[in-house]
Each structure stands twice: as C-alpha cells, then as structure tokens.
C-alpha cells in the first residue's frame, strides 16, 4: 500500500490513552491515530492527557468521560471519525451484568463500566480490527467465578460478529528490560473471512502467534469430527445468563495462557515464548550516576528499613478492628535488584523517596543505593527519555510508567495487525472482482 493509502486505510481510535505508549508502538508500524481519548475520573489535574496533548497534539484527542463523549455521539451531538483499529488499554474491572427492572435483554454494567463503554463504542462503529491490553487477572476473575469476566467479553465480541485470540505475554521473554506481564486480545470482525484452523491460528497463522513466537507446553491434538475442529469448551447462553453462571465451581479458571474463541466456541492452550533474539537487562537503560539527582540516592539511614521491607517474614500480627491475632508471611524481594537481569514490574507507587517492598533500589559502582529516576523507568517501557518529563512531578511521572505499557511489545504486533489488514483488503478486492 501506498503512503497516502496508508492514512487512509489504516486509521487508530485510541481510548485509555495514557501517555500514548499504543500510539507509540502503533505509528512505528505504520498506522495513524486518528482519534484519541483520556480521561483519569479520580483526579482534578489530567497529568497523562497533559503529556499526550505535549508529545502528539491537541488535534483529534478528547480529555472527557467517555461515557459522555458515546452519550453525545449516539444522540448526532458529536462526530467519531471512521477508523479500522479500535485499540485500548482499561483496568480490570468487575464486568458482570444485571438485568433491567423489566428483566428486558439489555445489559448493564455494575463495576466493569469501561468495557461496556468499549463495547458501545464497537457497536457504533462496527471496525475492522480490535487491539485491547489488561492484566492477566482478567483470565481468571472474579475469585469466585472463575474466568467469568473474560467469558463475557468473549461472548460480546461473538455475538458482534468478532473471533478474538488471546496471549499473556511477558515484554522480558521476547527480549525487553522488564518483566511486564500482560494479557494482549486482538479481535477480527469476520464478514466474509474464514476463520481457519483455530489451534493452527493460535501457535502459528494468528496475529499474535507471528508478532510473538510460542510452542505449546503439552501435545494436545486438535479433535476432529468430519471438517469440524471440535472446542474446547463453548460459552452458552446470553451475556446475562453467561454472567450469572459461568466459572461457579469451578476452582481454576478454564482460560489458559493462549487462546482463540470463534462464534462462542473457544479453543484454549498453555504457550511458552519461543524467542531467539537478544535479550536486554536493567543494566542497559541505567543513567550514569552523574547524571542522577542526589535526591534518588538513598541515606543510609533508610537502608535497615529497605532490607525489612524487602526481606521474607514470618512474624504475628494483630488485626486491630477484632483484635485477633494471625501469623503475616511473605517470601523476600532480592535487595538491591539485580542490574543483570529484566527489571520487575514497574508499580504505580514506585515513586517517591519512602522506603517500599516494591520500588526498585539498586546499588551502583561506589556501593551507593538509589531508586530508578523517571528517565529509567521511561526507558524500561521503551518510551523516549524525557517523555513524561512536561511539568510534572517526579513521583506522577513514576506513577504513569506504573501505568504504561511496553511499547516495543505493541509496535511487533502491530506490525504483524498492519500485515493483515493489508490481506484482508486485497482478499476483499478479490471477492469483489469474482462477483
């Protein structure tokens, strides 16, 4: 395709903006955002919005509550442009649905508000293509409905006409510095498209399976009756019976780490990476120590604090409310962090000069310790250095990396995303020809 096809074609509706880390990833691989929103609910100053407006522009991007902004749209006050790539990453909600007083079919979300709030954006625009990023919790919540949250996407996405595959992925097993674990979904609406062979989609022909290589861990052959590929499991009934009674009982969720649902029907697989390449440490986006404010170094008089917190324990505590007594465990955290390897997770609390279990603490080349400064923590999410550095303080410049994704993880994939719209376009133009 052409450059000038390309802005045509190839257009990004980006909700949960953040700090533009899918975009990111996204215009490396060739698309266009054409339409963008952020809006933080529980925070008067929209410091992440105020850093996408800095790096992309204020042209197509909308600071609301996007209910009002659908609200708006669905009634003619508002236009949303046309786009073939609905792309989001939303927190893990509660997304059960409750029936109506009239006990009519419509759905209503209690909790899980974004995603039904995506779910009308899908409706109104019907788009090609779905790109959507959550924690790996999402496979298996609520405690006490396993898998259920996840069930009613799927069973969404179905009844649109979408097939989704799903992968957890780990950005450090395909070679980036940190070990940020999470569940990536692609959607493809499947008007006219053969579906293919769902297990041979989930390890080799789907979109995630050639941005990010796996094998299976177990041979589990793909069941055959006539031409049918027989499912694993299918989820029945409507999305507010799926709600009410999917994953009671059971004790693990039936969703493993790699998956591919069509028409209700879902085939579902434990996958390890298969990756070759280069792998990169913590070691390679540490600043030089002259470059590193004193403010991030830490005294020692913190350091027995930073040892207990980090330590494993085993000691008995008190709940205060009851006044009953109980033994607190946990396993240790290594202290200091190992530069030689992938970077944990980074928290949204990893800000700030406290002592914490969870932020990051190294030890340099003079025996000194210090915390990761926001340039490092940008880096370890593939931003450029400086990206979030548009007035804000340090600690909310930590917090949106806590909330960031990696982006080198969502420019393969939408490499690969490009790729098939690109054959989706050409097999649509065949079909057209023999009509």
Known sequence: MSASRDKQTMRVMELFAGVGGFRLGLERSGWNVVWSNQWEPSTKQQHASECYEARFGAEGHVCEDIKKVLDDAEAGRREIPDYELLVGGFPCQDY??????????????????????????????????????????????????????????????????????WRV??????????????????????????????????????????????????????????????????????????????????????????????????????????????HEVLKGVLQDNAEVD??????????????????????????????????????????????????????????????SRFKHIIQTSDGRYRRLTPTELERLNGFPDGWTDTGIPDTRRAFLMGNALVVGVVERIGKVLAETLHARAVAEHQQAIML
Not at 112 to 119: A, F
Not at 191 to 199: A, D
């Open 169 to 278: 992925v780990n950005a450090a097993d395909y070679g980036f510095p940190q070990k940020r674990r999470r569940v990536f979904i692609i959607g493809q609406h499947m008007e006219g498209m053969s579906p293919g062979n769902p297990v041979d989609r989930l390890v080799r022909d789907g979109v995630l399976a050639r941005a990010l290589p796996v094998r299976l861990e177990e041979r589990q052959p793909a069941l055959r009756v006539e031409d049918r590929i027989i499912p694993d499991f299918t989820i029945d009934g409507d999305v507010i019976s799926v709600s009410e009674s999917f994953g009671k009982n059971l004790k693990i969720s039936p969703f493993r780490n790699a998956g591919v649902a069509y028409g209700r029907d879902v085939w579902t697989r434990a996958a390890s990476p298969d990756y070759h390449g280069k």
């Open 96 to 165: 059960s649905v409750a029936r109506t007083l009239s006990h009519a079919t419509g759905i209503e979300g209690k909790k899980g508000v974004l995603w039904w709030e995506i779910h009308r954006l899908i409706c109104l625009k019907r788009p090609p293509m779905l790109f959507l990023e959550n924690v790996d919790r999402l496979l298996k919540s609520p405690v006490r409905q396993k898998g259920r949250d996840f069930a009613i996407m799927l069973a969404c996405l179905a009844d649109l006409g979408y097939t989704v595959e």
């Open 294 to 355: 004193e403010s991030f170094f830490v005294p020692d008089s913190q350091l027995d604090e930073w040892r207990y917190l980090k330590g494993a324990k085993r000691e008995e505590r008190m709940h205060k409310p009851s006044g009953t007594r109980y033994i607190y465990a946990e396993g240790g955290i290594p202290f200091p962090d190992d530069i030689n390897q992938p970077s944990r997770t980074i928290m949204t609390g990893e800000g700030g000069t406290h002592p």
